[in-house]
């Protein structure tokens, strides 16, 4: 039988061998934290390597995904999909082992880290997830929902700023099945963090109304033993574990120090390091009795045989309940789900009036919401303003579990919740705020893009035509940054139909996130014939035309859309054909076939002209050097919409007068 000792040192020579041989990577936390992942994953976690996305096994996030080698070696030891091999094309193209840990690369890595802070909040979305799905699936002698979310954080995860947010709505929460396991090495790159991080920190989570572990040696597996299992009788709140380590553990001469965590030890001192271990086999070999030892895939088959015997009979006595929790965790929907769809579109084509794209959006959500229970809906302090509550919003408290989350003033924090929530399976989050504070999202809406998680964002007051709050208020830019992200699809609707078709697409989308860019003001609406229905499901379409020589395109989206309506009308009465075009999603049209674009865009009609409330750049590559782009390319000013829209150029009038500047340039002829 090995000792908890070498079985933690197979984890520090695997890390160490894999990132000398990759020349890369970051040795000190593996070493540092490789006691506390061996009494974790070999006495408390509840996973099945043979089925790595069982959904009652528990979750392991490193928050700290710099230390990623310390995960792809316990997942080799474990048992999980991860040969020697892998271990040794740590950090190469096409590898199993990226740089950091990344969903749908690796088997076991449920999210992926490597921002630090973000494992961690996407750990408390996962446990509000696990929590909120207890309550509703889970009956008396059927606890079919019931697992724990374990993150792995260090110092700089609980330095950056979305720490202090979503720590501190788990407390308020109670969500006693998370456990986060802090390796407090008190080292970062820069050196001892004495310097910049001096917090109390065991004061900052009490004061979160976590239940607080501290002074925990980190290298004595007894000690680790006896503070997880506390934590794990927390009663109602979120755990804490304060574990004392140091870095690079194990290294004679670089233990301690900087110089330990992102860089190879070097040949020498992994030999050096594998003395001290009293180590003493070639690079990548580990003997059989440790991989016995480690191995977990007849206890994970164990455990997964135990749930699915408890769940085959919750579905005879459960039968509709449990059909709802398959057909939840497998992220389909209802059967009659496209039927629904449809009538609803056709009864709101016939029913149209002016009201703001939010408003659609609350609309939208009234019909959705009853036919959805998967739908998890919050905002970040602002749903009376997005109007992201329906009739049958129920909210999350400590005593309470809905179907909707006051996130309160934490626009990043939400937004990597969501992220862990979407992952976790059973639900479809959309979250909330105004679109200038999506820039306090971004890393976030950067790492739901590119885990390609089903995510719906919901962004409104669009645009200079929310008024009077002013340029700190108005967004300019961050649409075009937004279209900007890969796999990041964004809708900008004009009216309710159009949005109606931007939620259908979000909720049908499998990989990856949607954006809604909604408008605070009220619309213009229009109806349409079934093709243009359609049609807006390809993200542009023509809307309408004025005359059969169509020499003229105006492309528009949101709010400008009937303004472009507006001066197509009376460019046509100067004798012009001309097309409008709504382009609700430009990454949507993009995705068509070249017929389909061509036959919107034919190429011989080189007067293009595009009218769009935001930055300008990204709109040429459709106008050309001939054509023109009405846009915002300064910030705005604090007046009433229609008079920064007059201050802007978005009038019919000063559009009109540019349209015929560049007809006369282009010089074309009428009808």
């Known amino acids: 039988m090995c000792s908890r000792q070498e079985l933690a040192n197979a984890i520090r020579v695997l890390s160490i061998d894999a990132i000398q041989k990759a020349n890369s990577g970051h040795p000190g936390a593996p070493m540092g934290m490789?006691?506390?992942?061996?009494?974790?994953?070999?006495?408390?976690?509840?996973?099945?390597?043979?089925?790595?996305?069982?959904?009652?096994?528990?979750?392991?996030?490193?928050?700290?995904?710099?230390?990623?080698?310390?995960?792809?070696?316990?997942?080799?030891?474990?048992?999980?999909?991860?040969?020697?091999?892998?271990?040794?094309?740590?950090?190469?193209?096409?590898?199993?082992?990226?740089?950091?840990?990344?969903?749908?690369?690796?088997?076991?890595?449920?999210?992926?880290?490597?921002?630090?802070?973000?494992?961690?909040?996407?750990?408390?979305?996962?446990?509000?997830?696990?929590?909120?799905?207890?309550?509703?699936?889970?009956?008396?002698?059927?606890?079919?929902?019931?697992?724990?979310?374990?993150?792995?954080?260090?110092?700089?995860?609980?330095?950056?700023?979305?720490?202090?947010e979503v720590c501190s709505l788990a407390g308020t929460l109670q969500l006693n099945k998370l456990i986060v396991l802090y390796d407090s090495n008190k080292i970062s790159i820069d050196g001892a963090v004495k310097n910049w991080f001096s917090d109390d920190t065991i004061k900052r989570f009490q004061a979160y109304n976590w239940n607080v572990i501290s002074d925990v040696d980190g290298h004595n597996a007894e000690s680790i033993f006896q503070a997880i299992n506390s934590a794990k009788k927390s009663g109602s709140k979120p755990s804490i574990i304060f574990f004392n380590t140091t870095i690079g553990f194990g290294s004679p001469n670089k233990s301690g120090t900087a110089e330990v965590h992102g860089a190879p030890l070097g040949e020498q001192e992994i030999n050096n390091t594998k003395k001290q271990l009293h180590w003493k086999h070639p690079p990548f070999y580990i003997p059989d009795e440790i991989y016995n030892n480690w191995d977990a895939r007849d206890t994970g088959e164990n455990i997964e045989r135990k749930w699915n015997?408890?769940?085959?009979?919750?579905?005879?006595?459960?039968?509709?309940?449990?059909?709802?929790?398959?057909?939840?965790?497998?992220?389909?929907?209802?059967?009659?789900?496209?039927?629904?769809?449809?009538?609803?579109?056709?009864?709101?084509?016939?029913?149209?009036?002016?009201?703001?794209?939010?408003?659609?959006?609350?609309?939208?959500?009234?019909?959705?919401?009853?036919?959805?229970?998967?739908?998890?809906?919050?905002?970040?302090?602002?749903?009376?303003?997005?109007?992201?509550?329906?009739?049958?919003?129920?909210?999350?408290?400590?005593?309470?579990?809905?179907?909707?989350?006051?996130?309160?003033?934490?626009?990043?924090?939400?937004?990597?919740?969501?992220?862990?929530?979407?992952?976790?399976?059973?639900?479809?989050?959309?979250?909330?705020?105004?679109?200038?504070?999506?820039?306090?999202?971004?890393n976030a809406i950067r790492m739901s893009a590119l885990m390609k998680t089903r995510n719906i964002m919901l962004y409104t007051h669009d645009s200079i035509g929310l008024g009077e709050d002013g340029p700190t208020h108005q967004p300019v830019e961050q649409l075009s940054n937004l279209r900007s992200i890969p796999y990041m699809s964004v809708w900008r609707p004009s009216d309710t139909i159009e949005t109606i078709v931007a939620w259908k697409f979000a909720i049908e989308r499998y990989q990856g996130p949607t954006a809604l860019i909604l408008s605070r003001q009220n619309i213009e609406q229009f109806k349409r014939s079934r093709k243009q229905i359609d049609d807006i499901e390809k993200g542009g379409y023509i809307l309408k035309e004025f005359g059969k020589l169509i020499s003229i395109i105006i492309i528009a989206t949101g709010s400008e859309v009937p303004l472009a309506i507006s001066v197509a009308q009376s460019i046509h009465q100067l004798g012009y054909g001309i097309r409008v075009v709504s382009m609700p999603s430009i990454d949507v049209f993009e995705a068509q076939d070249f017929s389909y674009q061509e036959s919107v865009f034919p190429r011989d009609i080189i007067n293009r002209v595009v009218i769009e409330a935001g930055k300008s750049d990204s709109w040429y590559k459709y106008v050309g050097l001939q054509g023109i782009v009405i846009g915002m390319d300064t910030f705005g000013d604090s007046a009433s919409a229609s008079q920064l829209f007059k201050k802007f150029g978005f009038t019919k009038e000063k559009i009109v007068y540019r349209i015929k500047k560049l007809l006369k340039k282009n010089i074309i002829n009428k009808e």
Request: net charge negative.
């Open 309 to 442: 015997s408890l769940f085959a009979k919750y579905k005879l006595e459960y039968p509709e309940l449990s059909d709802e929790y398959t057909r939840r965790m497998s992220g389909l929907l209802p059967i009659d789900w496209s039927d629904q769809i449809f009538n609803f579109i056709i009864q709101s084509n016939e029913n149209v009036k002016n009201i703001a794209t939010r408003q659609s959006s609350q609309y939208v959500l009234e019909f959705f919401g009853k036919i959805l229970p998967e739908l998890l809906g919050g905002s970040a302090d602002l749903a009376p303003s997005n109007l992201t509550m329906w009739s049958g919003s129920n909210p999350i408290h400590k005593y309470n579990s809905g179907n909707y989350i006051h996130y309160g003033v934490r626009e990043f924090g939400m937004t990597a919740i969501a992220n862990g929530i979407s992952q976790h399976g059973g639900f479809i989050p959309y979250i909330a705020t105004f679109l200038i504070f999506s820039d306090y999202s971004k």
């Open 34 to 164: 490789a006691d506390i992942a061996e009494v974790l994953w070999r006495s408390f976690l509840n996973h099945n390597p043979n089925n790595p996305y069982w959904d009652n096994r528990d979750r392991f996030i490193l928050s700290n995904g710099h230390a990623s080698m310390l995960l792809y070696s316990i997942l080799h030891l474990t048992g999980y999909d991860i040969s020697i091999d892998d271990l040794k094309n740590f950090r190469t193209l096409h590898s199993k082992t990226p740089g950091h840990p990344e969903v749908g690369c690796t088997p076991g890595v449920e999210i992926t880290t490597g921002p630090l802070g973000q494992g961690l909040a996407s750990g408390i979305g996962m446990a509000i997830a696990e929590k909120i799905l207890a309550s509703y699936f889970n009956r008396i002698h059927y606890n079919i929902i019931d697992h724990y979310t374990w993150v792995f954080v260090g110092d700089g995860c609980l330095m950056e700023g979305i720490s202090h």
